[in-house]
């Protein structure tokens, strides 16, 4: 067990790069699919012991792994897991067995790549949640986008060679910043301490000069901007959601922009505590625009899956907001509002993900996805139009779904920390209404007139696989948020209450299960 | 125990009737249906009868934790006062009484497990709505029954029709959940709980000071959730999505769109008394928009053919009445006439359905008349329902109803305004009424000859719970006889005083409202009760004479003589035309622009732009939108080369 403990992040983490590994050595596609779905399901098993066996009364940094790199410059390997990517690592490693279900059926010769592609961005984005070294995060940060670059490009649609090559430039310019601001902080952090150091603990005590900061803190923060998308910067996202296939759209709206976000918390907010609080008003009204501006686009299109990206844009900025609220005259950020960021990546991942599934489903049937080539299909495919309702309202926020409660604690954080912003913010709830009620009606309701949608099937038994599990979850997040926030609450209220001189300390493993280990919890006290 | 399963055996009802026994046949899914509410009711009923042995003092039943985050805690906490309690019974009682009716009005369909399964899904939401010890529970509920709401509105989807109404019902309640939201905001900001009791014991307790800044936000809180009682509760300016809320099965009209679900607003204010009654101004903002409301709604159901669109003005202008009470400080009125209205209304729609049933569903009234003959028992329940809501004395609307006319009037000298609009309401009230009688069940048939034939009784299954409802709006009334009518064996102002530990007046104020009740002349509430009797008998016979016989001459040359102000009613004030043209469509045209101009034009241009602008630094090609993959890689490796060369030197 100690060995597991010692070792879990990094298996969970090259488990998927392995598992493509695998694929590509299968000898034939049916083979590569059992071997992928294999893979993810042990990552996923993988996962779920760094879970239970996760401390829920600790902030500090738990399942740690450090070993050297590359020693002269400071560089080493060091991963570990808290409540700000707990949930991420979980949420990712859940969605790609579902993701695989989905592809299941596809029959063509280059299958077998794009399986090894999927896990091995898998493996990117699990190896970006856990880093907490700065060039280690890099590398997959940037690693991550290789794959997503071909799925897209190669898997996509008409267009798909402008959206992929839009979607990798944008993004690597943003990173190219990022790395720009991480040298410059690790000069930084030398001329303090006469080390040389990338590790993101020690960098937490760097106290760059104030318009040092600042300038840090926008190219931290642009890079994580684009990868979000926030507005201005999201034109991106619909070009990629229209073109990439079902399983890319899941992945990107589920877990890759979920990396911006947390970028925000984990690198651009501790790091930079007083540019943070001098550029928040700006990205909070930025996020503002975005929940408006991303919902009333939405609303206007025509094609499904561009509305759903359009929403991502709207939901996102929730999560934005949410992350950087300022309360108590600048020295603490809102527990509530932080709270609900962290839970509303998640909400939004299962949401979205789910929606995009379902947008899937109809356009394998009728290879289309423009709303008015729908109508009426509830009374052919009634089961699809529980699962789409059940996708509607946790993304609308009705309460006693996840999204409720995500987008009720980051509107209430936001009011406290300005009225103005809440308030504005609290109208994206009712445009979320707006847009998502129009795509149910117009693929749903109405009159079943088109000869076309009159054959169409229900959901098949491994449709039903990948899309029950998302529907339980969103009602399961939305009654019982407390499976959940009780592990990630130390680690927000550390974030929250200490920002301005933020530390997080690396734990000693354990090894109890949290889940069976009362005693343990009393120890901990 | 007990309590838990009052929430239980709806939410099972929904389970197995939504997602498990799809396939069974409409008369299983209806017993199925029917009895998770009877069992609710039973339990209902037995829990309040423990409750009021064991005293009748409010408790809170604790649950678990459901939503904590920083300082805020939201546990699944229920209160069984004695308001929740009454409005267990109602919501359960009146609720098994509908789901009985529905399966005689639903037997044509082919699949009413949807029906069944959203209907106890409502009765569900309902009870967390009237349960919840806390503003959130409360909300889960209140959006809740929103979302039921839609789902049995749109019921009939396939007529894209009923789809729009059940959106627009969706969206324009959301217009004012935001309103309750940001009042849940403003409570935590400034009281730093959301909890009702631990609310009202702050707000009571003898040394709690409060200070100026909570003084002035209790104003701004009490607003904002009256933003959402008039969304739920279908109050001027956001009554639109009632009357369009009549697509649905008419049971729904009953159960959700008169008993029980847009009473939702006065009951949280009723909650909330503590609150608004240290809000003066909001508590005149809400007598005015009832009172207007009332009379305004009242106008509308004076020329409406269509028997239901009747019915449901009506329904908005009774609960302007009930908002009416609640402004001027008399909720224990409000709530009573929420009570009668329940029973009285919801008789009256399902005696229309029964109608409509006869008629073919067919509902314009000019093709009604005569059907007394036809349907004897529909034609008795019926005319007991009109003869309680116009406030026909010894029946339950004039108890109710004068008693909120009273409370106006005697609310103090800025409300008599309103006083005399809700009087000309009740004028209105009786006029409409009658005349909906009058066409439906007197004079000559005017279907055609085909209907008129297959006009019959209808089963008991549903004219059973109709007399039950009936027997229900006739006596209800005599739980709150005023003062000056003294009925021998019956206790006066039962009702008033049965709310009382629930409406409680804080200390800053009681003096004004003590004041305000001090005496006042026998002859006075005489003198108002008389006029409000005048009012009713005069339009009634008005009414009477104009269409005993159809449209009669008088109606047609009235009709005509006042062309504009019948056109403007018959259009309903032109409210809906008023909303699209100046709300939605430029909302409509601003995200056209937003998406074609500022999305596509601009921010996208911009970004291309500056993509094309970097690969022409680099001496390639411009940035196309199509060609090869390869080529394109290559193209961005050699971008990136680049990008990184201008970044670093």
Known sequence: MDFLNSHILSITTFLPLLTALAVLLSPSLGTARWVSLGGALVTFLASLHIWFYFDSQTPGLQFTEIHDWIPTFGIRYIMGVDGLNLLLIVLTTFLTPLILLSVWNIDDKKQKAFLALFMTLECGMLGSLVAFDLVFFYVFWEAMLIPMYFIIGIWGGKNRVYATTKFIIYTFFG????????????????????????????????????????????????????????????????????????????????????????????????????????????????????????????????????????????????????????????AALSAEALTGAVYQQINHGISTGSLFFLVGVIYDRRHTRLLADFGGLAKVMPWFAIMLIVATLSSVGLPGTGGFVGEFLILLGTFMSNPLAGATAALGVLLGAVYMLTLCRKILFGPLDNEENKKLKDLTPREFAYLTPLAVLAVVMGVFPNLFLDKVKPSIENLANNFRNYRIVAEAPIATPYLLGEEHKEMGR | MLFWLILFFPLLGAFLNGLVLRKVSPTVSHILGTSALIAAFVCALLTYLQFLAGGGQAQVITGMEWIEAGTFKAPFNFILDRLS????????????????????????????????????????????????????????????????????????????????????????????????????????????????????????????????????????????????????????????????????????????????????????????????????????????????????????????????????????????????????????????????????????????????????????????????????????????????????????????????????????????????????????????????????????????????????????????????????????????????????????LLFEHYLDPVISIPPQVAEHWHHLHAEYPQSLEWAIMAVSVAGMAISSLLAISMYSNGFGRIANSLGSAFKGAHRVLTNKYYVDEFYDSYIVTPLRDMSQFLWKVVDVLIIDGIVNGVGQAFMLIGGLSSFRMSGSLHRHGMVMVVGIICMLTVLFF
């Open chain 2, 85 to 492: 309690g009454l409005m267990l019974l109602i919501i359960t009682g009146i609720g098994s009484l509908i789901h009985i009716y529905a399966g005689g009005y639903m037997h044509e369909e082919k699949a009413t497990y949807r029906f069944f399964s959203y209907l106890n899904l409502f009765v569900f939401m309902m009870l967390l709505l009237v349960l919840g010890d806390n503003l959130l529970v409360m909300f889960i509920g209140w959006e809740g029954v929103g979302l039921c709401s839609y789902l049995l509105i749109g019921y009939w989807y396939e007529d894209d029709k009923n789809a729009a109404a059940g959106m627009k019902a969706f969206l324009v309640n959301r217009i004012g959940d935001i309103g309750f939201l940001l009042g849940i905001f403003l409570t935590f900001k400034y009281f730093h709980t959301v909890s009702f009791s631990e609310l009202k014991q702050m707000i009571l307790s003898a040394g709690a000071q409060l200070n100026g800044e909570q003084i002035e936000a209790i104003g701004w809180i009490t607003l904002a959730l009256f933003v959402g009682a008039c969304g739920k509760s279908a109050q001027m300016p956001l009554y639109v999505w009632l009357p369009d809320a009549m697509a649905g099965p008419t049971p729904v009209s009953a159960l959700i769109h008169a008993a029980t679900m847009v009473t939702a607003g006065i009951y949280m204010m009723t909650r909330l008394n503590f609150l608004f009654y240290l809000a003066p101004t909001t508590q005149m903002i809400v007598a005015s928009v009832g009172a207007v409301t009332a009379l305004f709604a009242a106008t509308i159901a004076l020329v409406q053919y269509d028997i239901k669109k009747v019915l449901a003005y009506s329904t908005v202008s009774q609960l302007g009445y009930m908002v009416l009470g609640c402004g001027v400080g008399a909720y224990s009125a409000g709530v009573f006439h929420l009570f009668t209205h329940a029973c009285f209304k919801a008789l009256l729609f399902l005696g229309a359905g029964s109608v409509i049933v006869a008629m073919h569903h067919k509902q314009d009234m000019r093709e009604m008349g005569g059907l007394r003959k036809y349907m004897p028992v529909t034609h008795l329940v019926m005319l007991i329902g009109v003869l309680a809501i116009i406030g026909f004395p010894g029946l339950s609307g004039f108890f109710s109803k004068d008693e909120i006319l009273w409370r106006a009037w005697t609310g103090g000298d800025q409300y008599h305004i309103q006083w005399g609009l809700g009087a000309l309401a009740a004028v209105c009230t009786s006029f409409y009424m009658v005349r909906l009688l009058m066409l439906t069940f007197y004079g000559k048939n005017r279907s055609d000859h085909h209907t008129q034939e297959h006009l019959h009784e209808t089963s008991v299954v549903m004219w059973g719970p109709l007399v039950v409802l009936a027997i229900l709006s006739a006596a209800v009334g005599y739980l709150n006889v005023p003062h000056i009518i003294h009925i021998p064996g019956l206790t006066n």
């Open chain 1, 175 to 330: 990173s190219l910043l990022m790395l720009a601001a991480m040298i410059v902080l690790y000069v930084l952090h030398f001329q303090q301490s006469g080390v040389y150091t990338t590790n993101l603990l020690d960098l937490y005590g760097t106290t760059a000069p104030y318009n040092t900061q600042l300038w840090l803190f926008a190219a931290f923060a642009l890079a994580f901007a684009i990868k979000v998308p926030m507005f201005p910067f999201h034109t991106w996202l619909p070009d990629a959601h229209t073109e990439a296939p079902t399983s890319g759209s899941v992945i990107l709206a589920g877990v890759l922009l979920k990396l911006g976000t947390y970028g925000l918390l984990r690198f651009a907010i501790p790091l930079f505590p007083q540019a943070t609080a001098t550029f928040a008003p700006l990205i909070v009204a930025l996020g503002v625009i975005g929940i408006i501006y991303g919902a009333l686009n939405a609303w206007m299109q025509k094609d499904a899956k561009k509305m759903v990206a359009y929403s991502s844009v709207s939901h996102l900025g929730f999560v934005v907001i949410g992350s950087i609220a300022v309360v108590s005259g600048g």
